[in-house]
T-cell receptor
Framework: EAGVAQSPRYKIIEKRQSVAFWCNPI?????LYWYQQILGQGPKLLIQ????????DSQLPKDRFSAERLKGVDSTLKIQPAKLEDSAVYLC?????????????FGPGTRLTVT | GQNIDQPTEMTATEGAIVQINCTYQ??????LFWYQQHAGEAPTFLSY????GLEEKGRFSSFLSRSKGYSYLLLKELQMKDSASYLC??????????FGAGTTVTVRA
C-alpha cells in the first residue's frame, strides 16, 4: 500500500515570496491533516479536512496561509507571503476517519527554509 | 491550553532499557499515541493506549494511567536504530492530536 506522498521534499525561498506544498493521502482515507513542525518541537495542527470540507482551521494563520482539498483527495497548502518564522517541516497526514481511534499516517514532509 | 511534558533528551547504551515519561493536562482525553521520528523523516506509529495499563508490542511497551495523566514508553534491548525522537500525543475531546515536543533518544555502542 502506497503511503502519504508529499512534494517537494525541500524548498528554500526568500521572505515575502510565496510557496505551495502538495499532498496525496493514502487511497480511501477521508481525513487529511496539515501540520507544522518547527525544529525541536512536536507537530502542530494547522488544518484538518474531512473529505473536501474543513473540519478545523483554528490554528491556521489565515492572513498568509491557505489550504484546499479539491475533490476530497489531493491537497495543497500555500504560504503567501512567507516570513522567517515559517521555516519548518510541513507534514501531511491522513486517516480513515476523524474518530479518535483512527491512526494517522504521516508523509515524509516538506522542509521549508525562509531566508 | 494543552500541556504535554516529556524529557528533552535521554542517552542509553545498546542492549539497555530506557523509559520515556509523558505527563499531560489537556482539554479532554480520548487516547494517547506514541510516535517514533527519525531525523529528517516522518513520525511513525508505535502505540495507542486508551485504557489504563500496559500494552506490550515486541521490544516496545506503553503504559497509561488516566487518573494520573501519565504515560510512559519503555524501550527494551536497545539497538542503534532506536536512536530517534519519540513523540507523545494526546487525542483530545475534539479528536485533535496534541503533541509533546518529543524526547531525543541517543543509543551508544
Amino acid at each position: 500500500e502506497a503511503g502519504v506522498a508529499q512534494s517537494p521534499r525541500y524548498k528554500i525561498i526568500e521572505k515575502r515570496q510565496s510557496v505551495a506544498f502538495w499532498c496525496n493521502p493514502i487511497s480511501g482515507h477521508a481525513t487529511l491533516y496539515w501540520y507544522q513542525q518547527i525544529l525541536g518541537q512536536g507537530p502542530k495542527l494547522l488544518i484538518q479536512f474531512q473529505n473536501n470540507g474543513v473540519v478545523d482551521d483554528s490554528q491556521l494563520p489565515k492572513d498568509r496561509f491557505s489550504a484546499e482539498r479539491l475533490k476530497g483527495v489531493d491537497s495543497t497548502l500555500k504560504i503567501q507571503p512567507a516570513k522567517l518564522e515559517d521555516s519548518a517541516v510541513y507534514l501531511c497526514a491522513s486517516s480513515v476517519g476523524d474518530s479518535g481511534t483512527y491512526e494517522q499516517y504521516f508523509g515524509p514532509g516538506t522542509r521549508l527554509t525562509v531566508t | 491550553g494543552q500541556n504535554i511534558d516529556q524529557p528533552t533528551e535521554m542517552t542509553a547504551t545498546e542492549g539497555a532499557i530506557v523509559q520515556i515519561n509523558c505527563t499531560y493536562q489537556t482539554s479532554g482525553f480520548n487516547g494517547l499515541f506514541w510516535y517514533q521520528q527519525h531525523a529528517g523523516e516522518a513520525p511513525t506509529f508505535l502505540s495507542y493506549n486508551v485504557l489504563d495499563g500496559l500494552e506490550e508490542k515486541g521490544r516496545f511497551s506503553s503504559f497509561l494511567s488516566r487518573s494520573k495523566g501519565y504515560s510512559y514508553l519503555l524501550l527494551k534491548e536497545l539497538q542503534m536504530k532506536d536512536s530517534a525522537s519519540y513523540l507523545c500525543a494526546v487525542y483530545m475531546d475534539d479528536y485533535k492530536l496534541s503533541f509533546g515536543a518529543g524526547t531525543t533518544v541517543t543509543v551508544r555502542a
